[in-house]
């Protein structure tokens, strides 16, 4: 029975180099999924572990940083890993439509995942909070859009009401099944690794990830001899900090707009893991935000400002860390949902109105 057991894990892990299945094939015994359940997939999941020489460097004392590229999911976030089991769980249960409050990733994905299925998608955004990628990708998607007059707090509370009292599946991180698909990122990095991190650094919005994370890595330990349990560092924005300061925040403010949130659902599961895992809540500024946006572009890796939420807390935390210590900083989305924030933010040359001509060009290139 073990023997097949082993045979069976290593088919699988090969079968995952050759060619991805989707992260419900790829990880179905960790899953709660039948052979009864349409798997609604995207092929998301196996996203890089890219190491950063320059954000190690930075840190010194030989630590070794990688970051989870999870911006480059189908959608161009890590919610496509929640979505494909949300959708694929919803058709599975009889449910024709879904429904959901977002800052925007949450409704890109909610609204592919939901059309590749033939389900029919609800989304509400507050209104001019939602960065220019993710909107034109729950208009093209197929969502009907809801904008309200309001911000994501009073959007969840309305669609929460909403899926009590009608028939619409709400896809939001209290739905479990969301986090069940997330902890897959977990799962990946142990493979990639061979190990688990010392610290795991994510931004925290609603704090869902940050719980299914450290589901997926205390999950793996029990399979895993011998792995170790990251200590998980979240971060929020300064004036979106419900977490770190323990408080509901009314009218939450900052330029990373997916945790532009004030009152996180998920907010006893963050408590939890921060216990265990002897971790940390923390604030980074604006400005710390932009900072390392700038810095991770720098070595080729384009995030959205949100996501740079994470670098920018392992920074802040240079001299708290234990020599060689391994890191993961999650990089939750891809930069190009949010292009206003790279061009308003940027160190670029960038000189127009130039002739055409080659004189003219050669004298600006300084040659
Ligand atoms: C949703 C989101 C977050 C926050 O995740 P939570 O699970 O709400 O804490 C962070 N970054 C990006 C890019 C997101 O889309």
Redesign the pocket.
């Known amino acids: 029975m073990y023997l097949l057991k082993k045979i069976k894990n290593k088919l699988q892990l090969n079968y995952k180099k050759k060619k991805w299945p989707g992260l419900i094939n790829a990880y179905k015994q960790h899953l709660p999924v039948s052979s009864k359940t349409p798997i609604i997939s995207l092929k998301e999941g196996n996203t890089p572990l890219i190491f950063s020489q320059s954000i190690s460097d930075l840190i010194g004392n030989d630590t070794k940083v990688y970051l989870k590229y999870d911006?480059l999911n189908p959608t161009g976030?890590?919610?496509d890993r929640g979505m494909t089991m949300a959708i694929s769980k919803a058709k599975e249960l009889g449910s024709k439509a879904v429904i959901c409050a977002s800052?925007?990733?949450?409704s890109a994905a909610a609204a592919a995942y939901a059309s590749r299925g033939g389900l029919k998608s609800y989304v509400l955004i507050p209104d001019g909070y939602v960065a220019q990628g993710k909107l034109a990708q729950a208009l093209i998607y197929g969502a009907e859009i809801i904008s309200i007059k309001g911000n994501f707090d009073k959007a969840l509370e309305i669609v929460r009401d909403l899926s009590e009292k009608y028939p619409i599946t709400l896809v939001n991180?209290v739905n479990p099944y969301r986090i069940q698909g997330?902890k897959t990122a977990a799962f990946e990095i142990v493979d990639d690794l061979g190990f688990a991190p010392d610290w795991l650094c994510?931004?925290?919005?609603?704090?869902?990830?940050?719980?299914?994370y450290w589901l997926g890595f205390k999950e793996y330990s029990k399979i895993k001899k011998n792995l170790n349990l990251p200590i998980m560092m979240?971060f929020q924005a300064a004036g979106s900090a419900p977490l770190v300061k323990n408080i509901i925040v009314k009218d939450p403010e900052t330029i990373?707009t997916?945790?532009r949130?004030g009152n996180?659902v998920?907010r006893d599961k963050?408590k939890v893991v921060r216990k265990e895992s002897k971790g940390d809540f923390q604030s980074v500024t604006d400005e710390d935000i932009i900072e390392a946006y700038k810095k991770l572009a720098k070595e080729g890796i384009f995030?959205?400002p949100?996501?740079a939420?994470s670098v920018a807390g392992l920074i802040k935390n240079k001299n708290r860390i234990k020599k060689r210590s391994n890191i993961v900083c999650v990089l939750?989305?891809n930069g190009l949902?949010d292009p206003d924030c790279a061009i308003k933010n940027n160190d670029a040359v960038f000189q127009n109105n130039i002739e055409p001509s080659l004189r003219e060009i050669t004298k600006i290139l300084g040659y």
């Open positions: 911006g976030s890590f919610k800052t925007g990733n949450t991180s997330q994510i931004p925290m919005g609603n704090a869902g990830n940050i719980s299914a979240g990373a997916a945790i949130i996180p998920n963050a995030c959205e949100a996501s939420a939750t989305g949902k």
